[in-house]
């Protein structure tokens, strides 16, 4: 988890304040408010008030919505500053819990890779990428990190290509292959007196900061608005004006499925679904100055959502539960005949 803003003439201990009354203010986004205070609070140097903080949000009454992210940040942010025991036995921990969200494998591995312990960060890698992406062909852009990650480490140890690198080398989309980019040797190349080697390696350089842009200023997700029964039962009962939007919700789960098939059939990528609350819709409209019986409201609420980290990537992968919390394996419940 990084902030949304630069490093760079950042006051982080005011955006630190900021986020703290933020995350007060609006409680459902604490978590993901937090996440970014601690991110700032590493960025300034100040590593212990990062790891309090990460322990405040472990230590909440509220349940997380993956706390096996909040874990793996721990673990990172404590091997950083001299607590290698303690970062390894989370890192265990995480591992164990065969978490299904992409980012804390990655984090984990990354600090295996970053203190050299090459052998664990691949096996690391490689453990959440069977997990998430065993018998898929197409893997959702939340696990290109993780495959890409695995190809650099896979890289450095000299280790031959297997299908998941060969699938890491299909997702890339640079110029400049990944086989060239995780060269060892490029790092000797940059000591080179021959400027020749020296300007290829600036393409790659160039090639590789040109793919981090587009990862960093990649849209938010192109998120749809979904209300749980009992959310969407006391919003209508509040507003029902909004009954024209919602006639019932079994007709909004089934909009919802088919609003995504068509753009998924449209070529949109990044699709993704956001469940909102009563209570947050309010804040939200209080905060545009608007009244929530406004359905011209509804799509600016879940846009919103979606740029704070709420949205949830759709399709689910293959065997997940399905979107609509049914608790069915989503081939078996909205995704049927998909």
């Given amino acids: 988890m990084r902030p949304d803003t630069s490093a760079e003439h950042v006051d982080h201990q005011a955006e630190v304040a900021r986020l703290e009354r933020t995350a007060a203010r609006y409680p459902e986004d604490a978590e993901h408010l937090l996440l970014q205070a601690a991110a700032h609070l590493e960025l300034s140097g100040d590593r212990a008030a990062a790891s309090t903080l990460y322990d405040r949000l472990l230590q909440s009454a509220a349940p997380l919505e993956s706390p096996q992210l909040v874990r793996a940040l721990k673990a990172s942010n ?10 390894r036995a989370i890192i265990e921990g995480v591992r164990a819990e065969a978490p299904r969200d992409p980012a ?29 992406l065993s018998d ?54 940059l000591g080179s007196d021959n400027p020749a080697e020296l300007q290829a390696e600036i393409a790659r350089l160039q090639s590789e900061l040109t793919a981090a842009r587009e990862a960093l200023s990649r849209p938010f997700p192109v998120a749809v608005l979904h209300w749980p029964a009992n959310e969407l039962s006391e919003l209508v009962e509040s507003y029902p004006t909004l009954l024209t939007e919602y006639p019932s919700h079994e007709e909004h789960l089934a909009t919802i499925e088919a609003s995504l098939r068509e753009l998924a059939s449209s070529g949109t990528s990044n699709l993704g679904i956001v469940s909102g609350t009563l209570p947050s819709y309010e804040a939200f409209a209080a905060s545009e100055l608007a009244s929530p019986s406004d359905p011209t409201l509804l799509p600016q609420y879940a846009t919103t959502l979606a740029a704070r980290g709420r949205a949830v990537a759709w399709p689910p992968q293959r065997g997940a539960s399905c979107w609509c919390g049914s608790g069915r394996v989503y081939g078996e419940c909205h995704g049927d005949g998909a």
Wanted: no cysteine.
């Fill in 136 to 189: 898929v062909t197409d893997p959702p852009y939340s696990t290109h990190a993780l495959l890409f990650g695995r190809h650099r480490v896979r890289r450095m140890l000299g280790v031959p290509h297997d299908h998941f690198d060969t699938l890491a080398d299909t997702l890339h989309k640079a110029p400049v292959s990944l086989d060239e980019l995780h060269d060892p040797k490029r790092v000797w190349a």
């Fill in 78 to 87: 404590l091997w950083e500053y001299g607590h290698e025991a303690e970062a």
């Fill in 104 to 132: 804390p494998w990655v984090i984990v591995a990354e600090a295996l890779e970053a203190h050299d312990e090459l052998e664990q960060a691949q096996e690391t890698f490689t453990q959440g990428a069977t997990l998430l």
